[in-house]
């Protein structure tokens, strides 16, 4: 309904791996922001990307990091996996217009982490 | 640390009833946004506030900001069934950061 989607869905790996989670943003979206939510918790900020550069960041170690691409994708990408890095990892795009950006976000991708 | 807070952390009501939760927040914004989310998934936005509004109304909703107590609050008259979900308050201080709250649970029972 957002129009943003996610992939894949689940995903399970094993702690020490790498993983790498993608987002389609909407069309014409030149923002896009990725939230890590915790089981109970509210999402938490990892960083926003703004036309391909890294543009604000969260308290996430540099083992968090991300690309975003000209055709309004992204990706999230989380080396030395940790088992609490487990969690529902959401993308989120919007048009940056002089303070009031809404964000539209996807359904998610469902990381578990054994 | 979370910027916002909600309260309260769960709330159940009738079908009928109307709903508030609040969101409590530490430093100034530019604006202050209420999404939405059912059963652990995509956050949807409900209402977008600025900082140098106090009171906006969308439908059944009605979303208060007061800055100088770092507050806002968010009614849902009418409620429905279909209304039953998380809610989140969000706040962008500035930066390009977000902060969302831990959310309140809402219950609406029929």
């Known amino acids: 309904e957002t129009g943003v989607t996610q992939s894949p869905t689940h995903l399970i790996k094993t702690r020490g791996q790498q993983v790498t989670l993608r987002c389609s943003s909407q069309?014409?979206?030149?923002?896009v922001s990725w939230y890590q939510q915790a089981l109970g918790q509210g999402p938490q900020f990892i960083f926003q990307y703004y036309r391909e550069e890294e543009n604000g960041r969260g308290n996430f170690p540099p083992r968090f990091s991300g690309l975003q691409f000209p055709n309004y994708s992204s990706e999230l990408n989380v080396n030395a996996l940790e088992l609490d890095d487990s969690a529902l990892y959401l993308c989120?795009?919007?048009?940056?217009?002089?303070?009031?950006?809404?964000?539209?976000f996807g359904p998610g991708t469902r990381l578990l982490v054994l | 640390s979370q910027q916002g807070e909600e309260d309260p952390q769960a709330l159940s009501i009738q079908e009928g009833e109307n709903a508030t939760m609040n969101c409590s927040y530490k430093t100034s914004i530019n604006n202050l946004q209420w999404y939405r989310q059912n059963s652990g998934r995509g956050l949807v936005h409900l209402i977008l506030i600025r900082s140098n509004e106090r009171e906006k109304h969308s439908g059944r909703l009605r979303v208060t900001l007061d800055t100088s107590k770092k507050s806002s609050s968010l009614l849902i008259t009418a409620s429905r069934a279909a209304d039953t979900a998380s809610y989140f308050c969000?706040?962008?201080?500035?930066?390009?950061?977000?902060?969302f709250g831990t959310g309140t649970s809402l219950t609406v029972i029929p």
């Open positions: 969000a706040t962008e201080p500035g930066g390009n950061q977000f902060y």
């Open positions: 989120a795009s919007s048009l940056r217009s002089g303070g009031k950006e809404t964000q539209y």
């Open positions: 069309s014409g979206h030149n923002t």
